[in-house]
């Protein structure tokens, strides 16, 4: 039989996109989910717009933020919490999976006796991110975030070494980047799938269109954050660390 995949749903004010989301995971092959939607206070149809589509789906739960966080951080970690599945994935309201992302994950994860495993994705509304394909080393991942989110899928187990997300608004749109980097510190094992099965869609105002420059900046005090044992990656932490600042003076400049 099946394991249980949770699948966290982050929303806010996402009646435009959140339609697209919950069908292209109900439409998955792999069929033994549940749905956890978590909500940031929205003030508009979302919620409606849920029910909607849910209607008829019965494994799946409505979680209200107490108050706007502004943030998907704290979302997470709630539907986290409330899952009861062997592995998590997340999926942003404004992003949609490939219908068979979940059992070419799940199988992916199982057969090379994973913690964790990515795939690629194809960008709408932006070039395609840089493709990366393999098992995920920590000083790869430093450099850059190789993981999105939405194509994120993990032993839920995980979880009982490393924290949540984290929370800080320091980290606000960087909570992947911090995620993946602390797994690997914590010697779990993880890989991308060289396949794009999620349609990354970027919406304007949204997160993602964050300047680069706090973006970069972000990532600088996730690095300061990050403690690890190795002599040589904490050297090489710093390079990338100095490299980005550099970076970022560069855009301000010009």
Not at 75 to 89: M, P, Q, S, T, Y
Not at 91 to 118: R, T
Request: glycine share 4%; with cysteine.
């Amino acid at each position: 039989m099946e394991q249980l995949v949770s699948v966290v749903v982050t929303t806010y004010n996402s009646e435009k996109e959140v339609e697209r989301c919950l069908r292209s995971i109900l439409n998955q092959t792999y069929k033994n989910i549940e749905i956890i939607i978590s909500d940031d206070c929205s003030n508009d149809l979302t919620k409606s717009v849920v029910e909607n589509v849910l209607h008829g789906f019965s494994k799946w739960k409505w979680i209200n933020n107490q108050f706007n966080f502004g943030g998907p951080a704290r979302g997470r970690n709630l539907g986290i919490k409330n899952a009861l599945g062997d592995f998590i994935c997340f999926c942003d309201a404004d992003d949609e999976w490939h219908e068979d992302k979940l059992s070419k994950q799940v199988e992916y994860l199982l057969s090379n006796k994973l913690d964790f495993v990515g795939t690629n994705c194809s960008n709408i509304g932006a070039p395609d991110f840089k493709s990366f394909s393999g098992l995920l080393a920590l000083h790869v991942q430093i450099r850059r975030n190789r993981v999105p989110l939405s194509s994120l899928c993990l032993l839920k187990k995980c979880f009982e070494k490393v924290n949540l997300f984290d929370e800080s608004p320091d980290f606000r749109g960087v909570e992947d980047y911090d995620l993946i980097l602390r797994l690997l510190n914590a010697k779990f094992k993880g890989a991308v799938m060289k396949e794009r099965l999620v349609k990354y869609h970027f919406i304007q105002n949204s997160l993602s269109h964050s300047s680069r420059s706090t973006n970069e900046y972000r990532r600088t005090l996730v690095l300061n954050n990050l403690d690890m044992k190795s002599v040589t990656l904490t050297i090489y932490k710093k390079v990338i660390t100095g490299l980005l600042r550099l970076r970022i003076a560069v855009w301000n400049l010009t």
